[in-house]
C-alpha cells in the first residue's frame, strides 16, 4: 500500500511564500515523474510543475518565475516553493505521480496517474 501524503498549505499573505511538500510512503521502488496541479474553484484542474527522476523540470509559461519544483528521490517528496503568493495562486495544489512501482512483500505493483489528497493554499489579506 502506498500513500501520497501533500502537506505545507495554509493562509497567507500576498506577497508571502510557502514551500509544499509531498511525500510517497511505502515500500517504493521507483517514481519516474511527480508533478504538482492545482485547482481553484469554478476551474479546470492546470499543471504547476513537473519534474523526472533526474531531477528535469518543466513549467508551463505562466507558471515560470514564482515557482520552483524539486525533488529528494532518497526520501520520495516533491517541493513546490511558491513566491510572490498572489490573490489568484488560491487553490486547493495537488501532488501526482505519473508512474510509481512499489512491493507488497514480494509482490510487485504498479500505480499510474496517481493523485494525493490535496492541500489548500489562500492568499488573502
Known amino acids: 500500500q502506498v500513500e501520497l501524503v501533500e502537506s505545507g498549505g495554509g493562509l497567507v499573505q500576498p506577497g508571502g511564500s510557502l514551500r509544499l511538500s509531498c511525500a510517497a510512503s511505502g515500500s517504493i521502488r521507483s517514481i519516474n515523474v511527480m508533478a504538482w496541479y492545482r485547482q481553484a474553484p469554478g476551474k479546470q484542474r492546470e499543471l504547476v510543475a513537473s519534474?523526472?527522476?533526474?531531477?528535469?523540470?518543466n513549467y508551463p509559461d505562466s507558471k515560470k518565475g514564482r515557482f520552483t519544483i524539486s525533488r529528494d528521490n532518497a526520501k520520495n517528496t516533491t517541493y513546490l516553493q511558491i513566491n510572490s503568493l498572489k490573490p489568484e495562486d488560491t487553490a486547493v495544489y495537488y501532488c501526482n505521480v505519473d508512474r510509481l512501482i512499489y512491493y507488497n512483500g514480494n509482490v510487485r505493483y504498479t500505480k499510474s496517474n496517481y493523485w494525493g489528497q490535496g492541500t489548500q493554499v489562500t492568499v488573502s489579506s
Open positions: 519534474i523526472t527522476s533526474s531531477g528535469r523540470t
